[in-house]
């Protein structure tokens, strides 16, 4: 048996047989290759301006999409922007996905739109990621917005009294407009209540009847703003007029 050798198209072929001349092999090979089909070269697709790109694998469209501000193909073909994770909205903003807004009580602080709005509002995060309310503030909804909110508190002068023979009046301020109450009674424990008053006021006037005269009492004023925070009095000490 004989082997030749062509090179043929830069490929080398080698060709075996028996009893046959090598003139005759080598023209067998080359007649096969010519004759075989020729693969053209694969289609690339249209060459796209940055930014654009042939998502469809159409030819007829081109470069059919942006991938700056394409919802569905964000960045890049197949990339889809999904509002998750407390997030109220999401767009894609220079081939990015983002966070445009997060529902009530959540913020967007790593501006990451694959994690969402990952950090709920609190004194440390009050209406911004960098926002830190003073000691004793709160973080409160006030206004259709989150700020820092100062502690409710009965202001100067403290609860103040005017008594009669048989009544009370008591009188104080708070700094947030809240509810008006006044507990009283013989002893420091109190034991009694004046109705509770749900109007929301900053200057509180409670009267209080049916006292006896020449006696002593003890009143303690409570008021509740809209966010439910108590402020509470001292403990004061009057007498009725004979």
């Known amino acids: 048996m004989r082997c030749i050798s062509v090179t043929l198209f830069s490929l080398l072929l080698v060709a075996c047989g028996p009893g046959v001349s090598d003139n005759r092999y080598a023209e067998t090979l080359l007649s096969a290759?010519?004759?075989?089909?020729?693969?053209?070269?694969?289609?690339?697709?249209?060459?796209?301006?940055?930014?654009?790109?042939?998502?469809?694998?159409l030819a007829s469209?081109?470069?059919?999409?942006?991938?700056?501000?394409?919802?569905?193909?964000?960045?890049?073909?197949?990339?889809?922007?999904?509002?998750?994770?407390?997030?109220?909205?999401?767009?894609c903003l220079n081939g990015q996905c983002v966070v445009q807004a997060c529902n009530a009580g959540w913020l967007d602080c790593d501006h990451s739109a694959a994690n969402g709005c990952e950090v709920a509002v609190d004194m440390y995060h009050c209406a911004s990621c960098t926002n830190v309310c003073p000691?004793?503030?709160q973080c409160l909804?006030?206004?259709?917005s989150y700020?820092?909110?100062?502690?409710?508190?009965?202001?100067?002068?403290?609860?103040?009294?005017?008594?009669?023979?048989?009544?009370?009046?008591?009188?104080?301020?708070?700094?947030?407009?809240?509810?008006?109450?006044?507990?009283?009674?013989?002893?420091p424990y109190l034991g009694n209540a004046s109705p509770f008053d749900s109007n929301l006021v900053a200057d509180h006037v409670v009267s209080i009847g049916g006292l006896d005269p020449s006696t002593g009492y003890y009143f303690q004023a409570v008021s509740?703003?809209?966010?439910?925070?108590?402020?509470?009095?001292?403990?004061?000490?009057?007498s009725t007029t004979p």
């Not at 290759?33 to 469809?56: I, R, S, V």
């Not at 960045?75 to 909205?89: E, R």
């Not at 301020?173 to 009674?185: A, L, M």
Request: net charge negative.
């Open 33 to 57: 290759e010519l004759a075989a089909p020729q693969k053209p070269p694969p289609n690339k697709g249209p060459k796209c301006d940055p930014g654009f790109a042939n998502c469809d694998g």
């Open 141 to 144: 909804f006030v206004n259709s």
């Open 224 to 238: 509740t703003d809209q966010w439910g925070r108590t402020a509470t009095s001292f403990i004061e000490f009057w």
């Open 135 to 137: 000691a004793t503030y």
């Open 147 to 187: 700020g820092c909110v100062p502690p409710l508190v009965i202001a100067d002068p403290p609860l103040t009294g005017y008594l009669t023979s048989n009544s009370a009046y008591l009188i104080w301020s708070t700094n947030y407009p809240s509810t008006s109450q006044v507990f009283w009674g013989l002893t």
């Open 61 to 91: 469209n081109k470069c059919e999409v942006n991938l700056t501000n394409d919802m569905n193909n964000c960045g890049t073909c197949g990339n889809v922007c999904v509002a998750v994770n407390n997030a109220a909205s999401v767009t």
